[in-house]
């Protein structure tokens, strides 16, 4: 009886260690990543109810509450960069998910040239965003940009772009989903990998066209795909900086402006950190908010 019961608890041990095994060596990144996570949060949401100066220095910051989060909500550029900033991520979001998941499909179904395709596809989002800015900001410009002189050698009328109200919101829209629609087409098409060839053979033998295929086969096997994509998109979208501040500056008349863009100009460089803090915390909460389906979602 002792000798089966000690290796009944030895044949326990290890199972016991097995388990403990990949969490101990886990622990020590998620520690590190805890703390350069939690340690900026913390200080940021800290000096968000200080006057905290970056010239004046920390020992000169005093608590003043929820007036930088009041003076933030009554600025009418703050709002308006919020719309601005709300309105860019759903139909940025929007029109890369419908364009990648149609590319990706579309690329999935070639017998041939695959590997070529998948190449061409991602090229715009190997660049810099930096870079895809310049570049665009020298097509489109209106004194010597490819475009305009294309419309202007056509009899069409040409448009400064980036500082027309009418044209510029959706000019740095355009050029956002042209970079980003390979990333989501990369993500969806693994996906479509993992979906059974047999169960579109099954659908084929049924008689179901090429559309239902899509409707009951395809999006029912890659809906975890799509979750992820769309959340990693919401929350890079929502803080667009890079293209605004280089196409743009948030003009013309603040229709481009973003709330990246409103901290940067009214929090970083006029060193007002506190001020900063408080619109930092709730452009935190916003993502939050937005991309809280998603993330019930991943959760379950």
Not at 20 to 39: D, E, G, N
Not at 190 to 202: D, F, I, K, M, W
């Amino acid at each position: 009886m002792k000798r089966t019961a000690l290796q009944g608890e030895r044949t326990r041990l290890p199972q016991l260690g097995d388990r403990a095994f990949p969490r101990l060596m886990i622990a020590p990144t998620l520690l590190v990543m805890l703390v350069l996570t939690s340690y900026p949060l913390l200080y940021t949401l800290i000096y968000s109810f200080t006057d905290y100066q970056y010239l004046k220095g920390t020992d000169a910051a005093q608590f003043i509450w929820l007036k930088n989060y009041i003076d933030l909500f009554r600025n009418t550029y703050f709002r308006q960069a919020v719309l601005n900033t709300i309105k860019f991520t759903l139909l940025a979001v929007t029109f890369e998910m419908v364009l990648g998941l149609l590319l990706a499909v579309f690329i999935n179904s070639l017998h041939r040239g695959q590997k070529v395709m998948r190449t061409l596809v991602l090229l715009p989002y190997l660049l810099p965003a930096v870079t895809v800015a310049l570049g665009w900001r020298m097509m489109l410009s209106s004194n010597y940009g490819i475009l305009n002189q294309m419309l202007e050698g056509l009899g069409l009328p040409v448009f400064n772009w980036f500082m027309d109200t009418k044209t510029a919101f959706g000019t740095v829209l355009l050029i956002d989903v042209w970079q980003n629609v390979p990333f989501v087409f990369l993500l969806l098409y693994a996906s479509l990998q993992s979906v059974p060839e047999t169960q579109y053979e099954a659908a084929r033998i049924d008689g179901a066209g090429v559309i239902v295929q899509f409707f009951r086969i395809t999006l029912p096997n890659i809906k975890n795909g799509l979750a992820l994509c769309a959340l990693l998109r919401t929350i890079d979208t929502f803080r667009l900086f890079e293209k605004v501040n280089i196409l743009t500056g948030g003009g013309p008349a603040g229709t481009t402006s973003t709330i990246t863009q409103f901290l940067y100009n009214n929090g970083i460089k006029s060193l007002k950190f506190g001020f900063g803090s408080a619109g930092a915390i709730v452009m935190t909460l916003l993502v939050l908010i937005l991309s809280s389906f998603y993330i019930k979602r991943a959760m379950k």
